[in-house]
């Protein structure tokens, strides 16, 4: 089993930056891809940020130029650099990374528990 553990949400003004990081523990064999997404109240989730286990990243156009994802292979974390915040980026953000365990081998999906991030003045 993997477990992703997220912090660095909180409350931050328009215009401001926050950092997000991800950290995955467990029997882990290999980390694949890891992405960060986020769900505002009343909307459906959505992927943000996307980065492979090459280093390749994809953002969603709300975000580009503003956010950043990167990752530390040795830590088995994934970052998400957020700035120039906007009312529109408050939700709940969520880490999702592939990962096969040992025993297991195979690439499973899985999902932190989410942090807040809220952007009010």
């Known amino acids: 089993q993997v477990q992703l553990v997220e912090s660095g949400g909180g409350l931050v003004q328009p215009g401001g930056s926050l950092r997000l990081s991800c950290a995955a523990s467990?029997?882990?064999?290999?980390?694949?891809?890891m992405n960060w997404y986020r769900q505002a109240p009343g909307k459906q989730r959505e992927l943000v940020a996307a980065?492979?286990?090459?280093?390749?990243?994809n953002y969603a156009d709300s975000v580009k130029d503003r956010f950043t994802i990167s990752r530390d292979t040795a830590k088995k974390s994934v970052y998400l650099q957020m700035n120039s915040l906007k009312p529109d980026d408050a939700a709940v953000y969520y880490c999702?990374?592939?990962?096969?365990?040992?025993?297991?081998?195979?690439?499973?999906?899985?999902w932190g528990q989410g942090t807040q991030v809220t952007v009010s003045s």
């Open positions: 999702n990374a592939d990962a096969a365990t040992y025993g297991d081998y195979r690439s499973r999906n899985y």
């Open positions: 467990g029997s882990i064999f290999r980390l694949f891809g």
């Open positions: 980065i492979t286990s090459g280093g390749s990243t």
